[in-house]
C-alpha cells in the first residue's frame, strides 16, 4: 500500500436505523485490503431507494444500513494488486460488488450476479461516509471537463441509460414515460438526447409535469385522470412503442399496458413496492414486451458521461438541493418531500 494518508483514527459516517432514521455517527475508518482503494467521499447522493429503506420499503434494503450508492470521490490510497486507479484521481462508484464467478458474471451481466452485493445498499460499507473502501474495478475515473456536480449524476443516469438500452433502440420512435420523478426525469433527457419521436410524460403532480415539460417532453398528461391512456395515445399521436414505467404500482402498470397495445414494450424501471396483476390475455395476444431492468454496467457509466459531456443532462436541472453530512435527516426528509429532484449531501 501506498501514500496511506495521516488521518484521524476515526470518521463521520451516515447510518439508518428503523428507530432513528439517519444519522452521522463515528466509526473507524476502513484500512484497503488487496484490490480495495480508500477514496475519501466529496459527495453523495440521496436516492429514491434510500428513503424507501428508510420507511422500510425496500423490497431488498434491511435496516439498519449504511447509505450511499451514488458516490463521488477521491483516491487517497490503494493496496496491492490495484491497476488503472491512481493517488489523487476523481471517481465514481459503480456500486455493484459481483462475485465474478457465476453463470451471469462469466456473461459479462454482472448487474444480474447471483451473489450479488451493492455497496451502500446490502453491504458493510457505503458512500454516506468521509472514507470508504471499495474494490478499486467498481471506480470509475470522472473526466476533467465534468465537474462535481455533474460527476454525482453519472450514477443517476446510469439507471434510466441501462433501461433505454434494454428497451431498444427510440431514435424517431414514441415514447410515454410514468412517473417525473428523478428517473423519469433522467429517463426523459436520455430519450431525447437518443432522438426519441415523440414523448409524452405522465405524473400526478403539476409541479413534475412543468418540469417535464421544461425539460423537453413533447406532452405531459395528468396520471390521475381517468382516460390518461387514452390522452397519453392522443398526444403521441398513437400507441407508444416504448412506456417506462417509472412508479410500478398497479395503476401504472395498468396504463402502460394500455399505452403499448399493440405490440410496445413496457419497462419496469420503478423500484416495486408489491406485486401487480396484469390483463396477461391482452399481453399474449397483442403481442406486447414487458421488460425487467436491473441497475447498469460499465458501459451504461460511460454512456452517462457522454450524455452529461454533450449537454443532455444538466446539473443545474436536477440537482436541488446540497445538505453537509450533519443535516443528512434534513436531507432524506427533503428527498422523500416531493419538491425536489436530487439532494446531495456533502462531506463538508
Ligand atoms: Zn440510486
Ligand atoms: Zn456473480
Not at 2 to 30: L, N, S
Not at 234 to 244: H, T
Request: hydrophobic share 45%.
Amino acid at each position: 500500500m501506498e501514500d496511506v494518508p495521516a488521518a484521524p483514527a476515526t470518521m463521520r459516517q451516515v447510518i439508518v436505523t428503523a428507530g432513528e432514521g439517519a444519522f452521522v455517527r463515528r466509526a473507524p475508518i476502513p484500512i484497503p485490503v488487496a484490490g480495495e482503494a480508500l477514496v475519501e467521499m466529496i459527495s453523495t447522493g440521496v436516492c429514491g431507494s434510500d428513503t424507501h429503506a428508510l420507511h422500510g420499503l425496500h423490497p431488498f434494503i434491511t435496516l439498519p444500513y449504511l447509505p450511499g450508492h451514488e458516490v463521488l470521490g477521491v483516491v487517497q490510497a490503494v493496496a496491492e494488486g490495484v491497476t488503472g486507479i491512481d493517488v489523487g484521481q476523481r471517481v465514481v462508484v459503480e456500486p455493484t460488488l459481483p462475485c465474478w464467478h457465476c453463470k451471469q458474471c462469466r456473461a459479462a451481466r454482472e448487474n444480474l450476479c447471483e451473489n450479488l452485493q451493492v455497496f451502500g445498499c446490502v453491504y458493510s460499507q457505503g458512500g454516506m461516509a468521509e472514507w470508504f473502501t471499495v474494490p478499486a474495478n467498481r471506480l470509475h475515473p470522472v473526466p476533467d471537463e465534468l465537474d462535481d456536480a455533474q460527476a454525482i449524476l453519472i450514477e443517476p443516469l446510469s439507471t434510466p441509460v441501462h433501461a433505454v438500452r434494454l428497451a431498444g433502440p427510440v431514435e424517431n420512435r414514441t415514447v410515454a414515460i410514468l412517473g417525473a420523478g428523478t428517473i423519469g426525469l433522467l429517463v426523459l433527457a436520455t430519450v431525447l438526447h437518443q432522438g426519441a419521436g415523440r414523448v409524452v410524460v405522465t405524473d400526478m403532480l403539476a409541479s413534475k409535469r412543468a418540469r417535464a415539460l421544461g425539460l423537453g417532453a413533447h406532452a405531459v398528461v395528468d396520471a390521475g385522470r381517468p382516460d390518461a391512456v387514452e390522452a397519453v395515445r392522443e398526444a403521441l399521436g398513437e400507441s407508444a412503442d416504448i412506456v417506462f414505467d417509472c412508479v410500478a404500482v398497479q395503476p401504472t402498470v395498468a396504463q402502460a399496458i394500455g399505452m403499448a397495445l399493440n405490440g410496445g414494450t413496457v419497462v419496469i424501471v420503478g423500484v416495486p413496492t408489491g406485486d401487480v396483476s396484469v390483463p396477461l390475455a391482452m399481453i399474449q395476444d397483442h403481442q406486447v414486451r414487458i421488460q425487467g431492468t436491473a441497475m447498469y454496467l460499465p458501459e451504461d457509466y460511460r454512456e452517462s458521461m457522454d450524455i452529461l459531456r454533450a449537454g443532455g443532462v444538466q446539473a443545474k436541472d436536477f440537482i436541488t438541493g446540497v445538505y453537509p453530512m450533519e443535516q443528512v435527516a434534513e436531507a432524506f426528509a427533503a428527498s422523500a418531500g416531493g419538491e425536489h429532484i436530487k439532494v446531495v449531501v456533502s462531506a463538508r
